[in-house]
């Protein structure tokens, strides 16, 4: 099931592109696994997954390690890149910084400044996006779409840091099309900002607009999982 679910989501990739005159190649599906155990994490790797997302830091140090050991014992050599999709506290970003390629979700300068120290510690670059808050929900985290290029001048200034992008998270809306007015924020500011490369936008229920609207990385998890009738 999960290889015909990624192939199905590849296709509405494809389509995505096509309506917007854009590569399919540009577009990087990240699976988020939370919930998932690592049997089934390997077979999203097996069908050629690449990049896996999960939200909790603890979660993700078991099935890294479960993974990793595994992978050692096969001996291959395919590369998995580590994303941290989900909110991340202050005091476990040193965890973090120890296992993740890209973590999406710094929400503040605080935040920001902790995982520079803890990449420092172990002399890494760490790669980041600044994750933006383009609705107003009171249970969000993000900065503020106006607060977006002083944020980036002043975490530009951490040494151990590189930021990659921006992400955001759309509000639950009843149709996909309701939700294209945040991603299209997220561009605007990405166009704002320059220099950019990613824009981490789109999940299961809206990816498609969310490629129209110039996602490069979508985070997708039911779409892959769950069964479709
Ligand atoms: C769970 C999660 C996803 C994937 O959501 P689906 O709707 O299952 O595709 C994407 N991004 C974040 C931040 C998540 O927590």
Redesign the pocket.
Known sequence: MIKENIAAVKQSIVAACARSNRGPEEITI?T?T?GRPAVEIKEVIEAGIADI?E?RVQEAVLKYNQLTKQRNNESTSQRINWHL??HLQTNKAKEAVKVFDLI??VDSLRLAREINSQAVRINKIQDILLEIKTSPEETKYGFNPDEGIEAVKEISRLQNIRIKGLMT?APVVDSQEQARPYFRILRELKDSIGDLRILSMG???D?AVAIEEGATMI???????EKHV
């Open positions: 990240v988020v939370k997302g939200n999709v989900g999406h979700s998270i999940m299961s229920d990816f985070r997708i998890g039911r779409a892959i999982f």
